[in-house]
């Protein structure tokens, strides 16, 4: 099999509407394979054009065996393997990230629309996400426990066996990264099965690994929706599953994992509330709330989209935040100087722009945007893109405040107090994130103390760098990625008890 895609050697000059994948995205073995049946095809589509980039062929049962298979003979290997080794071919595997970062970042564009400049940033999080990893690798260890007469017992760190990763749309390569440094570091093996829309770029990874030195089958690559999913989280040949995804298919992986007692991760989504105390650096929250709520299209779990600022801010709040939203520059992901791309699919589109008008029924007010955006570019006009949104008048009980939307469209409400708002930031079963913007340094703490989020931002939002744990609160998941931490949810300790006398006579005295 060939090691490196010829994706990757066409893609130096390649603009919006131009590039074709035709390589198989299926990998395990330590090679692309080729869909066994060649029939099912599901069409991949670039957001930013509307046009077919790539077939994409879900794995039946027999395809997710063999995935499973080689990565179970991996891991034989690779959990034997000392954690400073594991790490020299963790890090190799970064520094091929980081020199093929461009290439990486722009096929992302092409398959998910976000802008070049976000997708960088992805990629650089992903090939730091190896070296943190690769860092922890070598420090995996016990402790030593003296018990009585001289035995002592020890416990070991050990590889929890086959893990999968199910992977979202919104930073394809990212999340396989997440997934599987940890795992890897840990002496794992992983099978990542990524969304249907975006099926490119998580075979690019495996291939990489390869490169880098993994044992054949340690990271492989199962293409496929639902029913491809279904059959990882049942097989009885793998220890953990991984989610990233919404919270009804979380609680679907949940009740399949608990069959055969899987270890689970759940990264779900949610609906933050990001708090605007009437001392904030204005300037600074203005920057915040944009941050919290347009990067990626919107299309980001964690994201500030339950605006509360108090009352006395408000109209200097939202005349800065309109005006700033809408100077964002909408258009082709590929370009430098855009900053929001196309959001995923048609569908997608039409959901959230359902959003902006069921809020407009329910009394809200839109102050900019929430339509459906044509560039003038005769190529781009078959892609899915909309102008981002403020909505006013918003309250508690309207659908756009309560539900998810994951698109670009922010709710503004008023509030008096902080006892007040963080009764209203709490009172939803999300539990993601949030955040707090002001210049009292007490009030900060206090507020987020008492937000009940797994993150709370305060004075910025949606800086997540690697060495800090994610996860949520609530419905919005349990376990964590990024961090330390993350690593007792891809390990389990061993305890060993060594007696150094005699074994009591207890049963004959
Ligand atoms: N907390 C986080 O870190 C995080 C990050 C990104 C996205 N999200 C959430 O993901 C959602 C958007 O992503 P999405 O639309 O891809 O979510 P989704 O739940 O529709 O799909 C996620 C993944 O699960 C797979 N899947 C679907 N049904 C399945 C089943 N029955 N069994 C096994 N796998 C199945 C999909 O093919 C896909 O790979 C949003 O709710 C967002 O908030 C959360
Ligand atoms: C990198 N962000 C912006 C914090 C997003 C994390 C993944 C959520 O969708």
Request: hydrophobic share 40%; with cysteine.
């Amino acid at each position: 099999c060939s090691l490196i895609t010829p994706i990757l050697f066409s893609m130096p000059g390649a603009s919006t509407g131009q590039v074709v994948v035709t390589d198989h995205l299926n990998f395990w073995g330590g090679c692309r394979v080729k869909p066994k049946d060649g029939i099912n095809a599901e069409p991949v589509h670039e957001p930013a054009t509307g046009r077919k980039l790539c077939d994409m062929f879900p794995c039946g049962k027999e395809e997710v065996d063999q995935a499973i298979q080689s990565a179970h003979t991996a891991y034989l290997k690779w959990s034997k393997m000392a954690g400073m080794e594991r790490a020299r071919v963790m890090l190799e595997a970064a520094r091929i990230i980081r020199e093929r970062r461009d290439n990486i970042a722009k096929l992302e564009v092409i398959n998910n629309g976000k802008s070049i400049t976000e997708a960088r940033v992805d990629i650089d999080v992903s090939w730091q996400t190896l070296e943190y990893y690769a860092g922890i690798a070598g420090t995996l260890a016990g402790e030593h426990i003296q018990l009585p007469g001289g035995s002592f017992a020890y416990t070991r760190r050990e590889a929890l066996g086959v893990c999968v990763g199910i992977g979202a749309w919104n930073y394809p390569f990212q999340i396989a990264c997440w997934k599987s440094a940890p795992a890897l570091a840990c002496g794992n093996a992983m099978v990542f099965k990524p969304s249907p829309f975006t099926a490119v770029t998580a075979v690019i990874l495996a291939e990489i690994y390869k490169e880098a030195g993994v044992p054949d089958g340690l990271f492989n690559v199962v293409q496929g929706g639902a029913e491809t999913g279904t059959l990882l989280c049942n097989h009885p040949g793998v220890a953990k599953v991984s989610f990233t995804g919404s919270v009804p298919t979380g609680k679907k992986i949940m009740e399949m994992s608990a069959k055969t007692v899987k270890q689970v991760t759940l990264e779900l989504g949610g609906k933050s509330p990001l708090i605007i105390f009437k001392d904030c650096e204005l300037e600074n929250a203005v920057r915040g709330a944009l941050m919290a709520n347009f990067l990626t299209q919107g299309e980001v779990c964690c994201n500030g989209t339950r605006v509360y600022v108090q009352r006395e801010i408000m109209p200097v709040f939202l005349e800065e935040v309109v005006k700033r939203t809408k100077a964002i520059r909408i258009g082709d992901p590929l370009l430098e100087n855009t900053r929001m791309g196309a959001l995923i699919t048609r569908q997608h589109l039409d959901k959230v722009l359902g959003f902006v008008s069921q809020a407009k029924k329910e009394g809200a007010m839109v102050l900019c945007g929430g339509e459906a955006f044509t560039p003038i570019e005769p190529k781009l006009k078959g892609g899915y893109y909309m102008s981002p949104c403020v909505l006013d008048n918003c309250t508690d009980d309207m659908t756009c405040v309560k539900e998810e939307i994951f698109g670009p469209v922010m709710s503004v409400m008023p509030f008096d107090t902080e006892e007040e708002v963080l009764k209203r930031a709490n009172n939803t079963t999300f539990g993601l994130a949030s955040g707090v913007f002001t210049r009292d340094i007490s009030r900060a703490h206090r507020v987020a103390e008492n937000l009940q989020a797994g993150t709370c931002f305060i004075n910025n939002y949606n800086i997540s760098p690697v060495e800090v744990p994610f996860g949520g609160y609530k419905q919005s998941g349990f376990g964590r990625e990024n961090g330390q931490v993350t690593i007792e949810y891809y390990s389990q300790l061993k305890t060993v008890v060594v007696e150094m006398g005699d074994v009591d006579d207890y049963f004959n005295c």
